[in-house]
């Protein structure tokens, strides 16, 4: 979700779920380090539960993040060990790394010394051909070891080379019952399942399997289906909010953030999908992707565009 699940992403994703834990994009240590800490890292109080995610393979440079991104106030801080890109291979990052699983349990305890907040990692089931359930029990249980609580597992293996990222979404084939067994097989631990989901039914589906459910693209492309998730995953008896609500409380914000030089389509570019297969949603997005580029465009724009959306009272 590099580029999406930035803090303008998250905090319009807060004005349609109060549960759902909201991730940040994977930052490196490096970026971290040494570049703009708050450029990364400032977020708005109303995005709690939101997780930090790291990018590393040091463990005392991945200890130093973690206790910056607790001292920030961030409430999880995840380790990546997911990512399989050819850039972050490159710097000893993402997935490559679930061939090293004693160097990221010895990230993992760097981490929990340096950070009272849960140390958690994301990663695949498997690399290249290292793809049996037994490598994955030998990573998970080393991690574990170190710490390690909660696994967030995408269930398709990772191919270092020869694939894209995008095509590492696609062309591995999604095995969910091998995260369903390292549930049954590790009863103790959190084992959040990722990879594919398309929308809160087929999360509660997994939801009789695994204690968690992570989505990525689907939520981004289709934000409004994570309304019902407050009441249908965490059992809160609330009505969801209108759509139109959501547009209304981004209004003081978008204001907010524009008086400080943010360019309206850096918040704008989220929200294109609000309105994904309701009438007037295609005129909505056209006007944002046309008008909140414009010179010193503010809330006004986003205004025109809600009026172009049927009031449908959704």
């Given amino acids: 979700m590099m580029d999406r699940t930035d803090r303008h992403d998250r905090f319009f994703l807060r004005r349609i779920t109060r549960r759902t834990l909201l991730y940040t994009e994977m930052i490196s240590t490096g970026a971290l380090l040494h570049g703009d800490q708050a450029r990364h890292l400032r977020f708005d109080e109303s995005e709690h539960p939101v997780a930090l995610q790291l990018g590393g393979s040091d463990p005392d440079d991945l200890a130093r993040c973690a206790e910056i991104g607790s001292a920030w106030g961030y409430d999880e801080i995840n380790l990546n060990v997911g990512c399989p890109s050819d850039r972050v ?70 191919l270092l080379s020869g694939l894209s990222p995008k095509q590492n979404r696609e062309i591995p084939p999604l095995d969910y019952p091998r995260v369903y067994r390292l549930k049954q097989d590790y009863p103790d631990l959190e084992i959040v399942l990722n990879g594919g989901v398309q929308d809160l039914a087929e999360t509660c589906a997994h939801l009789e399997h695994v204690d968690g459910v992570m989505i990525g693209r689907a939520a981004y492309e289709n934000p409004y289906m994570l309304a019902a998730a407050d009441e249908a995953i965490f059992g809160e008896l609330c009505d969801a909010p209108a759509r139109h609500d959501v547009v209304a409380g981004m209004l003081p914000y978008i204001d907010r953030e524009t008086a400080a030089g943010v360019p309206l389509h850096s918040v704008t570019r989220h929200m294109l999908g609000l309105f994904k297969a309701r009438s007037g949603g295609r005129a909505w997005r056209r006007h944002l992707g046309e008008s909140a580029r414009q010179a010193g465009a503010g809330s006004d724009v986003v205004r025109a565009a809600a009026e172009l959306v049927a009031q449908d009272g959704t």
């Fill in 89 to 158: 291979q490159r710097v000893r990052m993402g997935a490559c790394l679930m061939a090293e699983p004693t160097l990221v349990a010895a990230c993992v305890r760097a981490m929990r010394r340096a950070s009272g907040n849960p140390i958690t990692v994301k990663t695949r089931i498997g690399i290249d051909d290292q793809e049996d359930y037994a490598f994955l029990r030998r990573f998970v249980e080393t991690v574990a070891d170190a710490g390690c609580a909660t696994f967030v597992i995408h269930a398709r293996k990772a």
